[in-house]
């Protein structure tokens, strides 16, 4: 029990009058026995201990399954539900009790160090107690000096709806109103309130969602308090030595110099199905990484590349992946290589070469990642190729063609000598000093024949344009001869009984006639 309320000094019990507030709980619990000692110590005959020790599973109990056990199991109690929230933060005060998670209460196993602490002078101030305890236990956050308190309340039944309804696959918002509902006299903003706190438990990453149900992210206090030293160490060591960088590929970031592993991990934790914006994926950045005071406008360029790159859609919210195809899997061959060899000495320094003779940060390769993690020495099929891509970024790209477009990306890799195909199964390209000869003088070859052809193809063009003008003046030429012949018909009338002689005679006269005609244009 609690040492304030009872000492075993008469002070104490002077003190205790003047609250003028009776304490059921303390008095169910074994008033004949002496009190706890100074040293903060629980009895083990007291309500709550005994109560708190049956509910706890290693977690500690809640307010409201402490309640309903004294009610259940102590009915002569006659507990008050605000009484009882006083006498445990009274425990708390005293060391009796700790706070896990802002809801749960366990008992604190005394040490010499916190018996030390409780052996300080306390000061003999009451603790205040409201006189008149509300008659209902609206557990809505309020915007009074208590707003925080009742707001953790509030939390912890949200926490306690979904950790009841949760069979494996999380609650959805509908139940865990409906479980609060039945469970607890809440007021009509609950919907809002539980989509707030939601919202709040997502972006914390307390909470994760799947679809549209919710489920609690198992944290245990060690990784909790490792994960919050390295933060607020990240955060100050960031405002001692933050500098201006010009671009994205100045500054060293954890996925080594792959700017956009950043973006991507923001963007696929945030998203839900319409995107996530600058400013969140900004933000999610800068609570993990350390990073430069200009890197908002790195950002922003970032995103407008893999943009214009296919790589990223930006939507009416904010930005969202593209699901993979064999276009923007073409373009990410750069760093794919270079994720290949960071396990490869021998290998790193030529792509490192590479990539700094470019200029231009290398592109992530699925494809190249999943031959190279899963490849045993016989190259890997179409189908592990996919499955490989499916578990990589954890989702489920079902496509009608989905076949058809990674077996285009093959290819074309086969093509361009990324990939060598053996049989069904596809191995990265073992490219020697040897090798790479035989490749460029294949190329010199090929790029050789495709000058001949060219050549060979303007000399049939201009054959072709030039008969096709000789032909045109044969054309007109047969023209002019018919009009001729009209004419002379139209002057001379010749019957239809002419001789050859005479039709020898009837051509030569119609030639000296055109032939004046052309000399002199005025005759008729």
């Known amino acids: 029990m609690d040492r304030a309320a009872n000492s075993s000094s008469d002070d104490d019990d002077s003190s205790s009058e003047n609250r003028h507030v009776d304490d059921p709980v303390r008095e169910a619990a074994a008033p004949d026995h002496p ?190 308090r490792e994960t919050r030293e390295t933060e607020s160490k990240s955060v100050s060591d960031s405002d001692d030595q933050k500098v201006p960088a010009t671009s994205s590929s100045d500054y060293a970031l954890p996925y080594g110099d792959m700017p956009e592993a950043m973006v991507t991990e923001a963007i696929s934790t945030m998203d839900y199905g319409i995107g996530v914006n600058i400013d969140e994926i900004y933000e999610y950045i800068e609570n993990r990484y350390k990073i430069p005071t200009d890197y908002m406008k790195i950002l922003e360029d970032e995103l407008n590349k893999r943009v214009s790159e296919n790589e990223l859609e930006k939507g009416e919210y904010g930005y969202k992946i593209l699901d993979v195809t064999s276009d923007n899997m073409d373009e990410a061959q750069s760093q794919a290589v270079a994720v290949a060899d960071q396990n490869d000495p021998a290998k790193s320094s030529s792509s490192s070469d590479a990539t700094t003779s470019s200029g231009n940060t290398p592109y992530y390769d699925p494809v190249i990642d999943a031959i190279s993690t899963i490849n045993d020495g016989n190259g890997v099929d179409i189908e592990g190729i996919y499955q490989f891509i499916q578990e990589r970024f954890k989702r ?37 000093p040897e090798k790479l000869d035989e490749i460029n003088e294949a190329a010199a070859k090929a790029v050789a024949v495709s000058d001949r052809k060219d050549v060979e193809a303007k000399e049939a063009y201009e054959a072709a344009d030039r008969a096709k003008k000789v032909l045109e003046e044969n054309e007109l030429v047969l023209q002019a001869a018919k009009e001729a012949l009209d004419r002379c018909n139209n002057v001379f009338h010749l019957p239809n009984s002419t001789s050859s002689s005479s039709l020898t005679l009837f051509f030569f006269l119609s030639c000296r006639y055109q032939r004046r005609l052309a000399r002199f244009p005025c005759l008729p």
């Open 35 to 224: 009190s706890s000692s100074s040293s903060g110590e629980a009895r083990d005959d007291d309500t709550v201990i005994i109560t708190i020790r049956t509910l706890n599973d290693g977690n500690g109990a809640d307010i409201d399954e402490i309640y309903e056990y004294i009610q259940d199991n102590y009915p002569v109690a006659q507990c008050d539900r605000h009484l009882l929230e006083v006498e445990l933060n009274e425990r708390v005060h005293h060391n009796e009790l700790e706070i896990v998670d802002g809801i749960r209460y366990k008992i604190v196993h005394v040490t010499s160090e916190n018996t030390h602490e409780t052996t300080e002078t306390e000061s003999e101030e009451p603790i205040a107690v409201p006189a008149d305890p509300p008659n209902t236990s609206s557990d809505l956050p309020s915007s009074s000096s208590s707003g925080e308190r009742e707001r953790k309340r509030f939390d912890g039944k949200v926490l306690k709806a979904i950790r009841t309804l949760n069979h494996g696959n999380g609650a959805d918002i509908d139940e865990i109103c409906d479980y609060l509902l039945g469970s607890y006299n809440l007021g009509p903003e609950l919907r809002k309130l539980v989509e707030e706190y939601l919202g709040l438990g997502v972006s914390d990453n307390q909470l994760e969602m799947v679809e549209n149900r919710y489920k609690i992210v198992h944290v245990t206090s060690e990784n909790t």
């Open 396 to 432: 489920n790209v079902v496509r009608p063609n989905h076949r058809q477009l990674l077996e285009e990306g093959l290819q074309k890799r086969v093509s361009q000598c990324i990939l060598e195909k053996v049989e069904t199964h596809y191995k990265i390209l073992d490219i020697t």
